[in-house]
């Protein structure tokens, strides 16, 4: 298989137009044509993770966070991040990132960290993109209609229902017409009155996956031409947002709760900004990486507590004058990251039967060592 393979189908999940303005996502050194048969996830490219990848045979690194945040302005290899790029190149190693795409996507970063909080009733916090919903109408013989319908539930048409997959519409009705001279394909006598059974099926598409359900559509439909319309909702768009906000299994103090997270993200220390540390709290929002600046967002929200890491000094300030407690794990919370992703890639590879080897970076980059 070839890199763009498993790109193709990561940005299906995740889209690029789901980061933030200058977010250098993507492809980050090498070339999607490459052959891959071994993906390493990770959460940081550092140099010690380039080693590891070349040790395990590993011709595609996945991670989080870009490794060129910055453009190079030489290639001096005694500067160690040119000399890393270098050993990249040389060894044929191809680099993707997705960073907050991945923050963004539903059943991305965010929600793997609030699911590991165990919180529910969940909603966003910071809005990133909203995603244009359109409403396909597709007629067809009555008789290929199941077939039709359910190959586009598969290509991605499929109405927004909380509770259910697969949700579409039909009604059947009759078609009558007369054929001219010629018709093709030639159905009933050239100009006879003639009449058919048809169906007409109906389904909201997002955005993202309109491409592939009007291809599926080309080659599913019976007719050359198929006959479709297609409307955008105006009143009906998909809502990406980056964080999540939801309620703990039950109330605790703000003490109770930094230690519950030492416990779940594994991490031996924590910052924690907070008034009164016997406050109960239960309505808990959470955004990896550095949100500090989302603190007051999360308070207009209704959050009674907010998860996430660098918090700079004067923000911590600010945080303890608006009496909103804050508990900072760190940036490697993100870490959880590198089993998701993981998983996911094994999961796509058993689908589409790509044999692609999947290997988890045991490297700790959290730069930080608590004394």
Not at 318 to 339: N, Q, R, T
């Amino acid at each position: 298989m070839k890199a763009r393979d498993l790109v193709e189908r990561f940005e299906q999940f995740a889209p690029k137009k789901l980061a933030m303005d200058k977010d250098p996502v993507g492809l980050q050194i090498g070339s999607l044509d490459q052959e891959i048969h071994k993906v390493m996830t990770t959460l940081d490219v550092r140099p010690e993770v380039v080693d590891e990848a070349i040790d395990n045979d590993v011709d595609f690194i996945f991670a989080h966070h870009p490794v060129m945040f910055h453009p190079a302005h030489n290639l001096d290899l005694d500067d160690p991040q040119n000399a890393m790029y270098a050993k990249i190149i040389a060894n044929h190693i191809t680099v993707y990132a997705a960073h907050t795409n991945l923050d963004s996507a539903d059943g991305g970063m965010n929600d793997w960290l609030a699911e590991s909080l165990q919180l529910s009733h969940l909603t966003g916090l910071v809005p990133a993109y909203d995603e244009s919903v359109f409403r396909l109408t597709v007629q067809v013989q009555k008789v290929y209609a199941a077939a039709v319908r359910m190959s586009l539930v598969d290509a991605g048409a499929q109405a927004s229902a909380d509770q259910y997959s697969g949700y579409t519409y039909e009604i059947d009705g009759t078609v009558y017409y007369v054929p001219k001279a010629g018709a093709d394909p030639t159905m009933g006598a050239a100009g006879e009155p003639n009449e058919i059974e048809d169906s007409r099926l109906e389904f909201e598409v997002p955005e993202k996956n309109l491409h592939k359900v009007l291809r599926t559509l080309a080659d599913v439909h019976p007719l050359e031409k198929p006959l479709y319309n297609l409307i955008r909702l105006e009143d009906k768009k998909h809502h990406f947002t980056m964080g999540r906000i939801g309620n703990l299994p039950r109330s605790m103090t703000v003490k109770e709760f930094a230690e519950y997270c030492k416990q779940v993200f594994a991490v031996s220390g924590l910052r924690v900004i907070a008034k009164d540390l016997t406050k109960p709290i239960q309505r808990i929002a959470i955004l990896g990486g550095d949100g500090g600046k989302f603190f007051h967002l999360a308070q207009q929200k209704g959050a009674d507590a907010y998860v996430t890491g660098d918090v700079y000094y004067h923000t911590g300030h600010d945080m303890l004058a608006a009496d909103f407690p804050v508990i900072d794990p760190g940036h490697h919370i993100e870490s959880i990251c590198i089993p998701k992703l993981a998983s996911m890639f094994k999961r796509w590879s058993d689908d589409n039967d790509w044999h692609l080897d999947v290997y988890q970076s045991k490297i700790n980059t959290d730069p930080f060592t608590f004394m």
